[in-house]
C-alpha cells in the first residue's frame, strides 16, 4: 500500500471522528472507547483509537474549550506533566526522543479533556459501550488461554512475547502483550463495577465483571488479579460506606481493609512467582542508580532505552530494555523528582478536584465517578510494576476514565 492510500486512510478515520464529535459526541466517546483495544496493522504507526480520539477531540473544541475555562485544575494538571517532558529536551542526552514521549502523555490528556467535555444523558449508554469494548476481548483471551482459539502470530513470536510461557498460553486477544489485555480489562471491570454498584445496569455490570475476572485469569496476569479482585472489595466499600450508617462505615473499612492486605498478599506471591522478577529486580537497580545520578531532572524525557542500550543491560527479556518495568521509577529516571510530582498531580489533582463534588449527583452517576476514579486508582497501584505506556494508544482508556470523573463531578444531582 502506498503513502498516499495510508495517509489518506488516516485523514478519512481522523475526519470520522470530527463528524461524530461535533454532531453526536456520544456516540464519538464510545467510539473511541471500543476502538481502543482493537490493535491491528491498518497503519503502521498510530492505531485507529488515536485517530478517532484526534478527530473527535477537533469537533468537541468549543465544548472542550469551555470545560478547560470552568475546571482550571484539569487544564493545568494534564499539561503541565507534557510541557516538562518537552522541557526535558534541554537536558536529555539525546533530544530527538523526547518529543514521541510527550505525544504518548498528550493522548492520555486529550483522551480526559474529551471525556470532561461529555454530557451524555443516561449513564446506561456509558456502561453499555464499556460492556460491548471489554468483553469481547476479555473471552478471545479466555479463549486462546484454554487453546480453544490459536493467537496469532508465529510460535517463536509468542515464546519471545512471553505469550507462550513454558508451554502455557497466555491470552492477549488483539494486544501486542497479555498484560496490556490485562490492564485494558482491570480498568473495564473496576468501572464497571462502580457502575453496577450505583444502580446502573447492575445485572450487566455484574456480568462485564464476571467475565472481566474470567480475562484476566485467561491473561495469566498476576498483577491485573490483583488489582481487579482487590479493587472491586475497595469499590464495594467505598459505595456501601460512604452514604451509610456508622455501623456499615466500620463494616466497610474493615472490608477495604482486608481488600488491601488481599490485594498486597497477591502482589507479593505474583512478584515471586513471575517469571519476570530476575530482569525485574535488575532493571529496578538500574533505575535507582540513575536516580541517583540525575535526582531532579532525570536523563531526558524517552531516553531510557538510549541509556540501557549505551550501559548493555543483558535482559533475559527485550522489552525491558523499552522500559523500567515500573511507572514511577521511570518517569523519576527519565524526568526526576520534578517530573514525577508532575506526573502524579496529573492524575491526583482531577480526581481530587472532582471527588469532592461527588456528593452532588444521583446515585448513579456517584457510582459511574467512583467507578472511573478506582479505575484510575487500580491501574496506577499496578504500575507500580509496570509500565503502561508502550503506545500512545495504551493511555486512551486512562485519560478516557480520568475525564469521566470530572464529567460526573458537574453533573446536577437531578441527573438520571
Known amino acids: 500500500m502506498s503513502t498516499e492510500v495510508l495517509y489518506a486512510g488516516q485523514l478519512v478515520v481522523v475526519l470520522v471522528g ?22 491491528v496493522e491498518v497503519f503502521a504507526d498510530v492505531q485507529i483509537a488515536t485517530l478517532l480520539l484526534l478527530g473527535a477531540v477537533a469537533g468537541r473544541a468549543p465544548a472542550i474549550v469551555r470545560v478547560l475555562r470552568e475546571e482550571p485544575v484539569l487544564l493545568f494538571a494534564t499539561l503541565a506533566f507534557p510541557l516538562w517532558i518537552v522541557a526535558s529536551s534541554a537536558w536529555a542526552h539525546q533530544a530527538w526522543f523526547v518529543f514521541p514521549l510527550a505525544a504518548k502523555w498528550l493522548v492520555v490528556t486529550l483522551a480526559a479533556w474529551l471525556a470532561a467535555a461529555d454530557r451524555t ?6 456502561v453499555a459501550g464499556a460492556f460491548v469494548a471489554m468483553v469481547p476481548h476479555a473471552l478471545w483471551g479466555v479463549g486462546e488461554r484454554l487453546q480453544i482459539i490459536t493467537p496469532l502470530g508465529e510460535r517463536e513470536v509468542l515464546v519471545n512475547r512471553a505469550i507462550i510461557v513454558e508451554g502455557e498460553l497466555r491470552g492477549r486477544a488483539l494486544f501486542w502483550h497479555p498484560n496490556r489485555l490485562g490492564e485494558f480489562v482491570e480498568q473495564i471491570g473496576l468501572f464497571l463495577a462502580g457502575a453496577g454498584l450505583g444502580g446502573v445496569l447492575p445485572w450487566l455490570c455484574s456480568a462485564g465483571v464476571a467475565i472481566g475476572l474470567l480475562g484476566v485469569w485467561g491473561t495469566g496476569s498476576n498483577g491485573s488479579m490483583a488489582t481487579l479482585g482487590g479493587g472491586m472489595l475497595l469499590v464495594a466499600a467505598w459505595m456501601y460506606g460512604a452514604r451509610a450508617s456508622l455501623r456499615v462505615k466500620r463494616g466497610a473499612l474493615w472490608l477495604g481493609g482486608l481488600a488491601l492486605l488481599g490485594a498486597a498478599a497477591v502482589g507479593y506471591w505474583a512478584l515471586h512467582t513471575h517469571g519476570g522478577l530476575g530482569p525485574r529486580t535488575r532493571v529496578f537497580a538500574f533505575a535507582a542508580n540513575l536516580i541517583r545520578e540525575h535526582p531532579w531532572l532525570g536523563v531526558g524525557g524517552g531516553n531510557w532505552s538510549l541509556i540501557v ?15 523500567a518495568h515500573s511507572l514511577p521509577l521511570h518517569v523519576w529516571a527519565e524526568l526526576g523528582a520534578i517530573g514525577l510530582a508532575l506526573a502524579a498531580a496529573l492524575f491526583a489533582a482531577p480526581l481530587w478536584s472532582a471527588g469532592r463534588r461527588f456528593g452532588g449527583v444521583s446515585r448513579a452517576w456517584y457510582g459511574i465517578g467512583v467507578g472511573a476514579a478506582f479505575a484510575v486508582l487500580g ?30 463531578a458537574r453533573r446536577e444531582a437531578t441527573s438520571p
Open 379 to 408: 491501574l496506577l497501584a499496578h504500575n507500580v510494576v509496570h509500565y503502561f505506556l508502550r503506545d500512545a494508544v495504551d493511555g486512551i482508556v486512562m485519560g478516557l476514565l480520568l475525564g469521566t470523573t470530572v464529567a460526573v
Open 309 to 323: 542500550g549505551a550501559a548493555d543491560l543483558k535482559m533475559s527479556r527485550f522489552w525491558f530494555r523499552g522500559h
Open 18 to 39: 470530527g463528524v461524530l464529535g461535533g454532531f453526536a459526541p456520544t456516540a464519538a466517546l464510545l467510539a473511541v472507547l471500543i476502538a481502543a483495544p482493537i490493535r
Open 121 to 126: 444523558a443516561d449513564p446506561r449508554i456509558l
